[in-house]
């Protein structure tokens, strides 16, 4: 995962109508079958005189548990492309459903695929979607003036300063996606003259959400 792994991070809606057909798509942050299940439960108790709730989901950064449901739409007009529609972002770890208030007007399969594409895009664009990333939280301890260098280096190098603690030394935590620990290591070495280390203080799954980290879990 250290290359990134697109999800949801908050779900949000997305409505279009198609010929008089209501198609509404709500999208959900999901880790498990059980998650996917009581979704859509609550989502057919919501909208209990709909015509259909078609749904896809993907689970897991290597898709391991991927499905798709027409919900009594003609095969392939609903499911494969809201999951094509999920799989084209690049989102994992998500549910799509598309509940379909019928109009009276036949779509035809072509109309079908389009509508739940489109209500599935707009569910998208409706959502906040993150991109979790492997990193880690490096201590470096310095005087000072090693402080001043070093937030210099980590704002010319866009690493995230995580933390600072002002004694009668400085300790600073940077925030390092797993790919670039060497080079921050090896940079925050020459940049004291083997003074200081970036040590290793742990390491975890984190995203960037509106200029702010957020830690999700510890690896």
């Known amino acids: 995962m250290a290359e990134g792994f697109r999800t949801v991070y908050a779900g949000g809606q997305g409505e279009i109508t198609e010929k008089k057909s209501r198609f509404i798509a709500t999208v959900r942050h999901v880790e498990s079958e059980e998650e996917v299940q009581a979704f859509l439960d609550e989502t057919r108790k919501k909208y209990w005189d709909a015509r259909h709730n078609c749904y896809a989901f993907t689970i897991g950064k290597n898709r391991e548990q991927t499905r798709c449901s027409d919900d009594g739409e003609p095969s392939g007009t ?109 940079a925050v070495t020459d940049l004291s003259s083997g003074r200081a280390s970036a040590e290793t203080e742990k390491k975890l799954c984190y995203a960037m959400i509106g200029g702010k980290a957020e830690i999700f879990s510890e690896i």
């Open 78 to 186: 609903a499911g494969r492309p809201i999951l094509d529609v999920l799989t084209g972002a690049d989102l994992h770890d998500t549910a799509i459903i598309v509940t379909r208030y019928f109009g009276g007007v036949l779509l035809g399969t072509g109309g079908l695929v389009r509508a739940y594409s489109q209500a599935a895009r707009a569910g998208i664009e409706g959502s906040t979607v993150i991109e979790k990333k492997e990193g880690a939280l490096l201590r470096i301890d310095t005087d000072y003036q090693g402080y001043g260098k070093l937030r210099y280096m980590a704002e010319e190098k866009e690493i995230y300063v995580y933390d600072t603690e002002f004694t009668e030394k400085v300790s600073v935590i940077l925030l390092v996606p797993e790919e670039r620990i060497r080079e921050v290591q090896d």
